[in-house]
């Protein structure tokens, strides 16, 4: 049996491994990047509120999903994914050069395109990259695989921010060191890319349907029609929707009730991030290789309660008032505080739990010849789960007004519901399943 440090050492996982983690790297120093740029009015052109235009780019970076998913999953289907990577990460480079072009003649708008492009590219990466895991790993090597993909995307989000973010803030106005630094990820990806092994085709007679609406319905109908793989959608898409509502509102449990700067917005990130990385890793640990349910119910279980727990700390917090506390200030503050960062990093922890082991079985009960498709209809949800999180969250917030402490004691009671069902549906199907990685 092969062990993770073994894993990251083979010619099969660590080309694949290295071009995801860049790719998510790039996503996110671009983002970060254009968010300051919006924020700190480093570009003169700029027409509309801050949140609108943060809110704007946040949609057309998730637009590209619900649009071009199920395309995406036929294309990855269809042709060999080495070379569909490589070409991804060519596009990957000309809208680094695009991009560029906006920093440097300051027009927004670009940057907002190149934005949606590369939400486009990550679109049709993502079917290619869940489908080629399953090819390149053992049957015992998949909960190992998945877990260090998983990890691995957590800390290039994290870096990617933080990265972005130090760009900006040391070049002082200077768009230039971005825009070389956003070059720079996308072509050593398109070198990592290379070392991608060649993959056997999928399904080579199938025609490729570029009716986007179209294909999205019979993507998802086809899923549908296969009730284990559904549900385990399902749960992948919850996540999403839980962690959107989670995620989006740090800045704003930050700013109110911790009455802190933006420094410690981003360390509430990072300890969320880098609980999803330990929660992805130890999932492997303690559940073993197998691709089993096992990790899912006590991430199912620390979704929940640990969501009370942040909201208990959170009421805990003392009011303050003057200047908002900056991160060594938050430390000095006492046991409340201690308690909030706690609180996130166990739901990351929780979060990984929870994930990693419906990654791998969706990858590993879904039809070899369909694999691509269905990690597209996940997208999809995905897509579709994480608007309706936002939506959720506008009503509870705003429209009703009621406190951002009981929106997520309000999340976790959901979550256990449907955590519940989802995990008494899993268990009667996947007695009478075929095996895993099976047609």
Known sequence: MEKNENLLATRRFLPMFCTQ???????????QALLLVITYGWISQQSGSISTLNNLAALLFILPYFIFSATAGQIADKYERSQLVRYLKLLEIAVMLLATVGFLIGNLWLLMFALFLMGTQSTFFGP???AILPEILKPNELMSGNALFQSGTSIAILVGMILG?????????????????????????????RFILKQPIAAPQLQVDWNFFRTSIQTLKYAKNLPLIFLILLGNSWYWFYGATYLTQIPQLTQQNLHASENVVSLLLTFFSVGIGVGSLLCRKIGGTEVNIKM????????????FYLAAALAFVPPQTGELLGLSEVFQQGWSYYHVMLAVTLLGISGGFYIVPLYAMMQAYSPRSHRARVVAANNILNAIFM??????????????????KILFCITAVLSAIFTIWLLFKLKSMLDTAADPLED
């Open 165 to 193: 973010g130090a760009v900006i803030s040391l070049s002082a106005g200077n768009l230039l060191w971005i825009s070389l630094t956003v070059l720079a990820i996308a072509v050593v990806g398109y070198l990592a890319s």
């Open 128 to 130: 290619i990259k869940y």
């Open 21 to 31: 983690f860049l790719g998510a790297l790039n996503d996110n120093v671009f983002k």
């Open 387 to 404: 608007v309706s999180s936002a939506i959720f969250s506008i009503i509870i917030l705003s429209v009703l007004q009621i406190d951002l």
């Open 296 to 307: 899912v119910p006590i991430g199912a279980v620390g979704l929940t309660v640990f969501a």
